[in-house]
């Protein structure tokens, strides 16, 4: 049985305001929050209502043998939402105060917004036709 | 209705020999491969057998407005995946010239095993009991 992947892991830099991004801006459900003594720090996972897909949230203490500091790299290129109705969305986004910084009609035949994390990880909502 | 998280998409440096690893050493499957001229890059979508989470393999030219330097940053934590056996599947991994980077014993319950990929981004596997 090959392995199966069960989510996908970022490191964010406060945990409080990544939990809050995540379940308040984009309305994913929070399933877990643990403290991971083994490695100072704190684990959370979230899920979106009606996707499979999980993200776990990393946070480490300073002085933690993996808190070192966070640097932008270009390894999450970004992570993928799909929408019903992108302008709808969008308009709902503003409302919280969130501006797309990107839009991009039509490409590949997607309507396509994107925003970023607080992290600055780049999110992507995509209406498909 | 929120968004639905689909996937997660990660930046390659090196579209064939990322499929090669996803594919030939962790066992998923290619479900799309298509240039994308727009970004002028490619993009290819995996998924593991018995797993509804999918990875997004993003590639860019150089000379792409995508195509910046690949600098290994903080973002990705890891991507995380569920393994029967992790002693057997460290021996598979073994034999196909991959050798395991750190094993955490029974940290928080689970057996854990850790690899990088192609491009640096850390995969664990974990046995959940």
Chains 1, 2 share one sequence.
Do not use: C
């Not at 379940?23 to 996707?51: D, F, H, N, W, Y």
């Not at 933690?64 to 019903?84: A, C, K, Q």
């Amino acid at each position: 049985m090959p392995p199966r992947m069960i989510y996908t892991g970022i490191r964010v830099k406060n945990m409080d305001e990544s939990i809050r991004f995540y379940t308040e801006i984009l309305g994913m459900k929070l399933l877990e929050r643990e403290q991971t003594p083994q490695t100072q720090g704190e684990v959370a996972t979230l899920k979106s209502p009606g996707s499979e897909q999980e993200i776990e949230l990393n946070w480490y203490a300073q002085g933690s043998r993996f808190g070192t500091p966070y640097t932008n790299g270009s390894e999450v290129d970004h992570l993928g939402f799909d929408v019903d109705d992108l302008d709808e969305w969008v308009r709902e986004l503003e409302k919280k105060g969130v501006k797309a910084l990107l839009r991009i009609r039509e490409i590949g035949g997607w309507n396509e917004a994107f925003i970023e994390d607080p992290n600055g990880i780049w999110i992507e909502f995509l209406q498909r036709k």
